[in-house]
C-alpha cells in the first residue's frame, strides 16, 4: 500500500512563527502536492512538484514556499505564519498524469 | 477557469436509502474525473473514470461520466452509517502545465442516519 506520511497531526504556531510541515511518500511517486482544506471552500492547491527540485505554484501560493531535496520528501514553509493560515493542511503523493493522488493524514495547524 | 461544482452540498439520508451525488465541472483539455471519500482524515480514493458512459463499480458504490454534458454521478445504494462522509469530485485537467495536479469541487457531506 502507498504510504503518504505527514509529520504531525496537530500544530499549534504563533503569529510571524516559520512553521515546516514535512511529507513523505514511500513509493517512489513523481508527483507530491500541498493542498489546503477550509470549510466552504474545499480543497486549495498552494503547490506541487513533479521532480525533484522542480515546484510549480497552485492556487494560493501567497505566503508559502515548498522544498523538494528528496524524491520522497516535499516540505511546505510558512515564511511567517499569520492567523489567516490556520486551516488543515493535506500533502498528496501521484506516480504519473494518469493515476490518482494518495493522501496524507492531514495536519491541522492552528496560528494564535 | 477551471472549476469543479458538486452538489447538493449536504445531504441527510436515512440507512436503507438511495443517493445520488453531482459532479459538474468546467476544465481546459479533461484527463480524467475521480472521486474520494473523505472521513475524519485523509481522502481515500473510490474511482478514476476517463471514458464516457462506462460505469465503474464498487460494492454499493457506482459512477458514471459524461463527457458530453461534463459531468459524473456517485451513487450509494442501501446506504449505511459507515457512509457518512465527505465525498470529493475531482478533475485532472490536460494542460501543459499540469503534472498531475487536480482540481477539486467543495465536497458533498453526507449524513446518513440510523
Known amino acids: 500500500d502507498v504510504k503518504v506520511t505527514q509529520s504531525s497531526r496537530y500544530l499549534v504556531k504563533r503569529t510571524g512563527e516559520k512553521v515546516f510541515l514535512e511529507c513523505v511518500q514511500d513509493?517512489?511517486?513523481?508527483?507530491m502536492f500541498w493542498y489546503r482544506q477550509d470549510p466552504g471552500l474545499g480543497l486549495r492547491l498552494i503547490y506541487f512538484?513533479?521532480?525533484?527540485?522542480?515546484?510549480e505554484k497552485g492556487d494560493i501560493p501567497e505566503g508559502y514556499s515548498v522544498s523538494r531535496e528528496k524524491k520522497e520528501r516535499f516540505s511546505l514553509i510558512l515564511e511567517s505564519a499569520s492567523t489567516n493560515q490556520t486551516s488543515m493542511y493535506l500533502c498528496?503523493?501521484?506516480?504519473?498524469?494518469?493515476?490518482?493522488?494518495?493522501f496524507g493524514q492531514g495536519t491541522r495547524l492552528t496560528v494564535v | 477557469e477551471d472549476k469543479v461544482v458538486q452538489s447538493p452540498l449536504s445531504l441527510v439520508v436515512h440507512e436503507g436509502d438511495t443517493v445520488t451525488l453531482n459532479c459538474s465541472y468546467e476544465?481546459?483539455?479533461?484527463?480524467?474525473l475521480l472521486w474520494y471519500k473523505q472521513e475524519k482524515k485523509a481522502p481515500t480514493f473510490l474511482f478514476m473514470l476517463?471514458?464516457?458512459?462506462i460505469e465503474k463499480k464498487s460494492g454499493r458504490l457506482s459512477s458514471i461520466l459524461d463527457k458530453k454534458e461534463l459531468f459524473s454521478i456517485l451513487n450509494i445504494t442501501a446506504t449505511q452509517t459507515g457512509d457518512s462522509a465527505v465525498y470529493l469530485c475531482?478533475?485532472?485537467?490536460?494542460?501543459?502545465?499540469?503534472?498531475?495536479?487536480?482540481?477539486f469541487g467543495k465536497g458533498t457531506k453526507l449524513s446518513v442516519k440510523p
Open positions: 498528496a503523493s501521484s506516480l504519473g498524469r494518469q493515476t490518482e493522488a494518495f
Open positions: 513509493m517512489d511517486h513523481e508527483n
Open positions: 512538484s513533479y521532480d525533484v527540485k522542480m515546484k
Open positions: 476544465v481546459t483539455n479533461f484527463r480524467s
Open positions: 476517463t471514458s464516457s458512459g
Open positions: 475531482a478533475v485532472a485537467p490536460g494542460d501543459g502545465g499540469s503534472q498531475g495536479n487536480l482540481i
